[in-house]
């Protein structure tokens, strides 16, 4: 697939850009996609969640009724779970929700994820771009010249570009990454995927690593 590449101000240069059709042109295998979707998703979660059980809970011992002739059930403890204050059945514990995936398994769902992307018309490749200064509104004003300022964006850089993620970060719907840290999710998240011109080089190879 070729594309072209476009400038600041929204409007097509001379050059071209060719997609490589290994990893713009797959067929879509869509549980690669769920499985690394998960696993970032996973990733996410910080895992401290906690809940007193009975064995855990302050308070006394002592039998609070008699064994027989109250009409209702016996009680042993006002820890149990039955009663307002007592311990919890069975309540989460603190634990890591991560798990392994293979290197290949998470590039082929990156590449499926970009084929849809190039399949859908998703995709637009920028003149590399260097900020002198964050400016927020300069970020702005180079989403509205590519015609994408209310889409969800996906803005990817070939190296860390410590000045234009710093004009994007106070944008919702904006965001910016290297090509090395580019992952399933974000690419499937955004409506538009920005690539910057030395980004595509840049993911070709690391996928032909």
Do not use: C, W
């Not at 499985?35 to 009975?54: I, S, W």
């Not at 995936?101 to 859908?120: D, F, Q, V």
């Amino acid at each position: 697939m070729e594309l072209a590449v476009y400038n600041k101000e929204g409007k097509a240069t001379a050059k071209k850009v060719t997609l490589a059709d290994s990893i713009f042109g797959l067929e879509p295998n869509e549980h690669a996609v769920y499985l690394d979707v998960k696993l970032y998703l996973a990733n996410q979660r910080q895992g401290t969640h906690k809940a007193k059980e009975r064995g855990e809970i302050t308070g006394s011992t002592k039998k609070i009724k008699k064994q027989k002739g109250t009409g209702t059930a016996r009680a042993g403890s006002i820890k149990n779970p039955l009663f307002r204050g007592g311990g919890r059945v069975f309540g989460p514990r603190p634990r890591n929700y991560s798990f392994k995936l293979n290197k290949k398994l998470r590039k082929l769902a990156r590449a499926t994820a970009l084929s849809h992307k190039a399949t859908e018309n998703q995709i637009t490749v920028l003149e590399d771009q260097k900020f002198d200064a964050p400016k927020t509104s300069e970020f702005v004003s180079l989403l509205e010249n590519l015609k994408v300022s209310d889409k969800k964006t996906l803005f990817v850089v070939a190296n860390e570009e410590r000045n234009v993620y710093l004009s994007s970060r106070n944008l919702k719907k904006s965001k910016v990454v290297s090509a090395d840290k580019l992952n399933t999710f974000d690419i499937l998240n955004a409506d538009a995927l920005i690539l910057a011109e030395g980004a595509v080089e840049k993911i070709e190879n690391l996928f032909n690593a």
